[in-house]
């Protein structure tokens, strides 16, 4: 394999690995400090809200700007926000006040960096010379082994490290990512618009309101987002409350660890698979072994019947997961226009970040009123119409690469239909 998915595959790994550990960590600091689980609750909501704004309107930033730049800049500002909390520590003592504020301007580096990421993707793949298939299948099996190591490296730094201590560490993940992306060449992560495509015009506001023109306008593009929205609501909601409910009930609360390693090990061989076999056999294959992988998951977790089943049912969850978020990261790679892949993945990376929020929301209310087992069985039964809908889907039937088209450079269009 050469340098440049070399760098680009490690850095990517750094950085999910320091955002794992920091999602760990950073809670269990700011109790220690505030002594007020409110408090923890303050940052969680005061950094999501501008996540999403930074995720919608960073993307024309993206679209204008080198591609790796624009990754490494947001590398740096997370690294910054998050080494600026123990210097102050250091300094003055930490407050909540603090907190949230570190906790903004960093937020303001997150789904921006995840865009510049995914934007940069198509660059990789031509000038790395690896298939889509491999490059996205390794990825998604990267980001497996970083939700893996990442809480059980944050709880280990957490005993060796006092406080504010173990964030110098996260920070320099990111500052890591930042240098090994840096070793991309820079003409990698140019914006080269396909032969006889318009260039960008007009200023920042009528640009975003185009990529989002495009991105509602296109119904495979609908209905992946949609899917992907449904998918991370049902996760969110049994990761974030119904399961943690369920261990307690059942008095095995510690359970809930090997749930989300059984989830995590699942994509770890599901994209390892992809990445092995992906670029044989006809995508709506692999496609249906994802939905219909996720669907059986999703009802054996939703059974709450015995913990082996729950974590068998995350285990399959977890497989099907790596091959469908490699083969939508393969199609994105072919379908969405380079010039405009900031504004629609940032747009999509947005919506994704407010997803998981609003399945905690919903599943700690139908639990309130109706029990676990009803939310359960509710939020589980709305992802399954969701992948129901995709299979039924005209525009995800024909997921082969089309031929470049005379006059587009080998340019991916999205279409409508």
């Known amino acids: 394999m050469r340098l440049i998915p070399i760098a680009y595959l490690a850095s990517y790994l750094l950085s999910l690995l320091g955002n794992s550990i920091a999602g760990v960590a950073l809670p269990l600091i700011v109790l220690q400090v ?207 409350l119904i399961l943690p409910v369920y261990f307690t009930l059942v008095e095995q609360p510690g359970m809930l660890g090997f749930v989300l390693s059984a989830l995590a090990g699942g994509m770890l061989v599901g994209g390892t698979v992809y990445a092995i076999a992906g670029a044989r056999g006809r995508r709506r294959g692999w496609f249906l072994a994802g939905v219909f992988g996720s669907a059986l998951g999703f009802v054996l977790i939703a059974a709450l019947s015995s913990v082996w089943i729950v974590l068998a049912g995350a285990f399959v969850v977890g497989v099907a997961s790596g091959l469908f978020a490699s083969l939508m990261g393969v199609l994105m790679i072919e379908r969405i226009r380079e010039q405009m892949r900031g504004r629609i993945m940032g747009t999509q990376n947005a919506i994704l970040t407010a997803a998981p929020p609003i399945g905690i929301l919903t599943a700690a209310v139908l639990t309130e009123y109706a029990g676990v087992n009803v939310a359960a069985i509710a939020l589980v039964g709305v992802g399954l119409v969701a992948l129901a809908l995709s299979v039924l889907a005209r525009s995800l039937r024909n997921l082969e690469p089309e031929p470049a088209e005379a006059g587009t450079g080998g340019a991916a269009v999205i279409h409508s239909a």
Request: a neutral charge; zero cysteines.
């Open 34 to 240: 505030t002594g007020s689980a409110l408090g923890a609750g303050a940052v969680a909501a005061a950094t999501a809200v501008p996540a999403v704004f930074a995720g919608l309107l960073m993307g024309v930033v993206i679209d204008r700007i080198n591609r790796r730049t624009s990754s490494v800049v947001t590398d740096l500002v997370s690294a910054a926000a998050v080494a600026a909390l123990p210097l102050v520590d250091m300094l003055s003592g930490l407050s909540l006040g603090w907190f949230v504020l570190f906790g903004i301007i960093g937020s303001l580096g997150d789904v921006p960096g995840m865009t510049a990421r995914d934007a940069l993707l198509p660059a990789i793949v031509r000038h790395g010379g690896i298939a889509s298939e491999r490059l996205l299948g390794i990825r998604e099996a990267l980001g497996a082994v970083a939700l893996l190591l990442g809480p059980a490296a944050a709880g280990t730094l957490m005993v060796l490290f006092e406080g504010s201590t173990v964030l110098w560490i996260t920070a320099a993940t990111s500052l890591v990512a930042a240098l090994l992306t840096l070793l991309i060449p820079r003409r990698v992560g140019d914006i080269t618009a396909a032969e006889g495509e318009p260039a960008a015009t007009g200023n920042g506001w009528a640009q975003l309101r185009l990529g989002w023109r495009v991105l509602f306008r296109s119904r495979f593009l609908i209905v992946t987002t949609g899917l992907s929205v449904a998918s991370a609501i049902v996760l969110a909601s049994l990761q974030g």
